[in-house]
Structure formats: structure tokens, C-alpha cells
T-cell receptor, first 112, second 114 residues
Framework: DAKTTQPPSMDCAEGRAANLPCNHSTISGNEYVYWYRQIHSQGPQYIIHGLKNNETNEMASLIITEDRKSSTLILPHATLRDTAVYYCIVRLFGAGSYQLTFGKGTKLSVIP | DTGVSQDPRHKITKRGQNVTFRCDPISEHNRLYWYRQTLGQGPEFLTYFQNEAQLEKSRLLSDRFSAERPKGSFSTLEIQRTEQGDSAMYLC????????????FGPGTRLTVL
């Protein structure tokens, strides 16, 4: 699986949009971009994933650049409960794919 | 909500003792994964099952670790002769091998070896 690069930490004011960047410049054509978050002492929570089109669900939006070398996770209206470590992961899709390779992620602090 | 469940949530043991953790996946999910997470690090893959077959083991899974998934339902992870370095959060995830096979995680079992 390709590696990802994320800033170690970010702050966001409560109620504002949180934009979390991820660089995955070596991503291949059959690798998906996944985002998970982990609130302190809990298991990782799935947020969203995408291949090349932008995606939106009830939690967040995922914007993938046209060349697929980077992406941004957007939390439209951050709350204190969004304070967590956010992991960007690229994962091969298809036969033989199974594990998720986590980096250190971005620690997002939502400030009142 | 019938998400992934893990038991126990916390386990404190003395060095040299054996411990066993249980994971119940989301119903109908045929893949089950074990990960380990130490303080300040992201989770690391240990092993995974498709139905009852254990298909891959990480080199992190030493001979003291064994995992089973009888009948392709719940899974157990046993650590024999625990060492202080085994202290970590042990996470279980499950997925359905349809579409993009998204993994959903349980709350984890925190192991402390004294």
C-alpha cells in the first residue's frame, strides 16, 4: 500500500469547517483513500472513503485532487466531539487486499 | 446497534500469565481482523480471518500469540506467557467481502502487563 503524509496536529474553532489534508503522491490506480478517526481510548471509527470522485456522507466530505496525489477531509461544522486523531489510509482494492496500514495521523483539536 | 464487540474492555495481568480476548464481529461479516496499538502509535495489523480460515499473520504475531475463529463467527486472541511489552490496546475489526470491504472496529481491549 502507498504511504500517506499528514500534519501531526491541527486546531479548529468550534462551528468552523475543519479541513484535514493528506498527501498520497505514490497512490496507484486501484487504491482507495480511506479516512478513520480515533477518539481517545476508543477504537477507530470509519468516516468515509473514495477512489477518484469527491464523496459526501453524513459525517464528512472527501475531496480528492484530479491527479489523486492528495485529498482533504472536510468536517463542515466542527464540534468539540470531533476532537480526535484522524487517519488517512490508502488501501489496495481487490484480491489480496486486507490490512489497513495506519500512520500517526493528525491530532485535531476543536477549540471552543 | 450490533457493531463489533470485544471482551473484556480492560485486562490487568502479571508477567508470565496467559490471557485471552474475545471479539464478536458484525453479524454476517465474513472477514475479521486483529490489530495492536501501543501508546502514541497507529494500529498495527496482526492477523485476519476469512470465515474460519486464518489467511495472514504479521511478523508481529510471535509464537506466544494465537488466534482462532471457530465456525467463522467470534474470534479469540490468546497471549501466552505475557511480557510487559505486550501491554497495548488490542483491536478487532470486521468487514463484508462485498464492494470495498470497509472495516469496522470494536472498542478494543486494553491490556496492562505488570
Amino acid at each position: 500500500d502507498a504511504k500517506t503524509t499528514q500534519p501531526p496536529s491541527m486546531d479548529c474553532a468550534e462551528g468552523r469547517a475543519a479541513n484535514l489534508p493528506c498527501n498520497h503522491s505514490t497512490i496507484s490506480g486501484n487504491e482507495y483513500v480511506y479516512w478513520y478517526r480515533q477518539i481517545h481510548s476508543q477504537g477507530p471509527q470509519y468516516i468515509i472513503h473514495g477512489l477518484k470522485n469527491n464523496e459526501t456522507n453524513e459525517m464528512a466530505s472527501l475531496i480528492i485532487t484530479e491527479d489523486r496525489k492528495s485529498s482533504t477531509l472536510i468536517l463542515p461544522h466542527a464540534t468539540l466531539r470531533d476532537t480526535a486523531v484522524y487517519y488517512c489510509i490508502v488501501r489496495l482494492f481487490g484480491a489480496g487486499s486486507y490490512q489497513l496500514t495506519f500512520g500517526k495521523g493528525t491530532k485535531l483539536s476543536v477549540i471552543p | 446497534d450490533t457493531g463489533v464487540s470485544q471482551d473484556p474492555r480492560h485486562k490487568i495481568t502479571k508477567r508470565g500469565q496467559n490471557v485471552t480476548f474475545r471479539c464478536d464481529p458484525i453479524s454476517e461479516h465474513n472477514r475479521l481482523y486483529w490489530y495492536r496499538q501501543t501508546l502514541g502509535q497507529g494500529p498495527e495489523f496482526l492477523t485476519y480471518f476469512q470465515n474460519e480460515a486464518q489467511l495472514e499473520k504479521s511478523r508481529l504475531l510471535s509464537d506466544r500469540f494465537s488466534a482462532e475463529r471457530p465456525k467463522g463467527s467470534f474470534s479469540t486472541l490468546e497471549i501466552q506467557r505475557t511480557e510487559q511489552g505486550d501491554s497495548a490496546m488490542y483491536l478487532c475489526a470486521s468487514s463484508l467481502v462485498v464492494g470495498t470491504d470497509t472495516q469496522y472496529f470494536g472498542p478494543g481491549t486494553r491490556l496492562t502487563v505488570l
